[in-house]
């Protein structure tokens, strides 16, 4: 399933927008949401609106990093450059501390009531999360673009 949509996403960042919507219903790992979603994102005149709606769509499909339930420490992970960690909830508590390697808290984030955050960790290094939640969660880590294309 992996390797699917790997090559399901190299092949979206290369045709052009207006073959998008078949391509992602082919591909079939998108909901009829998504797909919807994507369908208005062809439909924006402007450039600069519909690059971030597609960029936002896209967003959507990246499966999460790490995911659970309640409880969980994660394994280490480490960053080179600036990176987002955006986070979701479904429970009413959730609290992550973002660690370094040696186990000081960085970051203390929490989500009254479920949801979706961010958080921009700034340094490069090595870091894990100890998440305490409620219910299920998800979590991503996604690199800042360091270079424009054209």
């Given at each position: 399933?992996?390797?699917?949509?790997?090559?399901?996403?190299?092949?979206?960042?290369?045709?052009?927008?207006?073959?998008?919507t078949?391509?992602?219903t082919?591909?079939?790992?998108?909901?009829?949401?998504?797909?919807?979603?994507?369908?208005?994102?062809?439909?924006?005149?402007?450039?600069a609106?519909?690059?971030?709606?597609?960029?936002?769509?896209a967003?959507?499909?990246?499966?999460?990093r790490?995911s659970?339930?309640?409880?969980?420490?994660?394994?280490?992970?480490?960053?080179?450059?600036?990176?987002?960690?955006?986070?979701?909830?479904?429970?009413?508590?959730?609290?992550?501390?973002?660690?370094?390697?040696?186990?000081?808290?960085?970051?203390?984030?929490?989500?009254?009531?479920?949801?979706?955050?961010?958080?921009?960790?700034?340094?490069?290094?090595?870091?894990?999360?100890?998440?305490?939640?409620?219910?299920?969660?998800?979590?991503?880590?996604?690199?800042e673009?360091?270079?424009?294309?054209?």
């Open positions: 399933m992996t390797t699917r949509l790997n090559s399901a996403r190299a092949l979206l960042l290369s045709i052009p927008s207006f073959f998008l078949a391509c992602v082919w591909c079939g790992t998108v909901n009829a949401t998504a797909t919807t979603a994507i369908s208005d994102c062809v439909s924006i005149r402007d450039d609106g519909r690059l971030a709606c597609f960029d936002r769509e967003r959507k499909l990246v499966e999460p790490f659970g339930r309640l409880s969980k420490i994660t394994e280490p992970f480490s960053i080179r450059q600036p990176t987002l960690l955006r986070y979701q909830s479904d429970g009413p508590i959730f609290v992550l501390y973002l660690k370094a390697a040696d186990g000081a808290v960085v970051q203390n984030l929490h989500i009254g009531g479920g949801g979706e955050a961010t958080y921009r960790i700034e340094q490069p290094g090595t870091y894990f999360l100890d998440v305490n939640g409620s219910e299920s969660w998800r979590i991503w880590l996604e690199p673009a360091t270079s424009k294309a054209n």
